[in-house]
T-cell receptor, first 113, second 111 residues
């Protein structure tokens, strides 16, 4: 089954404790992206990757890091989480950038206290 | 001003009604346009792409007006299962890989 998986699905952590949210796709997609969704603000793009070892900032990259060492994986790293990073996070992939259908993972609900 | 703006709703309409949403975008050189559907606490899923000539998929019709910089979604003969949030999506011209989502329009269909 073609899918995008994220782990964990739910996470409660404390300020400053480094965490990683994993994202994996099995569709051989070149493009992957991370979004955060907050009430009233919709989905905002954090980082995206056009291919292995190619990443670029979206609209809200501050406080986040990503890496793309393999085509299928695109982890999101919060080196020092803060309460304003409490949000619902989605990973997505597509066969070719923004002009194509995005396939989303199920989401990760993160709470930073 | 937001780059992509939608009426947040909620739109509350009876089953069988026709409902229309608009979405405006600020960058006149935007390239690609989509409507996604998001059910409560779930991931967004593509509803349909929006082409310059307009396109239809069953009860759903999407149109693009580049001159006025808006896209629209029309739902005919609405069903209870159409209740969801509808997200307008625009790809920025400066980078085809930067994707801007509207904040969504909530639709509730009542029996």
């Amino acid at each position: 089954e073609a899918q995008v998986t994220q782990n964990p699905r739910y996470l409660i952590t404390v300020t400053g404790k480094k965490l990683t949210v994993t994202c994996s796709q099995n569709m051989n997609h070149e493009y992957m992206s991370w979004y955060r969704q907050d009430p009233g603000l919709g989905l905002r793009q954090i980082y995206y990757s056009m291919n292995v070892e190619v990443t670029d900032k979206g609209d809200v990259p501050e406080g986040y890091k990503v890496s793309r060492k393999e085509k299928r994986n695109f982890p999101l790293i919060l080196e020092s989480p803060s309460p304003n990073q409490t949000s619902l996070y989605f990973c997505a992939s597509s066969s070719g950038g923004g002009s194509y259908e995005q396939y989303f993972g199920p989401g990760t609900r993160l709470t930073v206290t | 001003r937001k780059e992509v703006e939608q009426d947040p709703g909620p739109f509350n309409v009876p089953e069988g009604a026709t409902v229309a949403f608009n979405c405006t975008y600020s960058n006149s050189a935007s390239q690609s346009f989509f409507w996604y559907r998001q059910d409560c606490r779930k991931e967004p899923k593509l509803l349909m792409s929006v082409y310059s000539s307009g396109n239809e998929d069953g009860r759903f019709t999407a149109q693009l007006n580049r001159a006025s910089q808006y896209i629209s979604l029309l739902i005919r003969d609405s069903k209870l299962s159409d209740s969801a949030t509808y997200l307008c999506v625009v790809t920025k011209y400066s980078s085809a890989s930067k994707i801007i989502f509207g904040s969504g329009t909530r639709l509730s269909i009542r029996p």
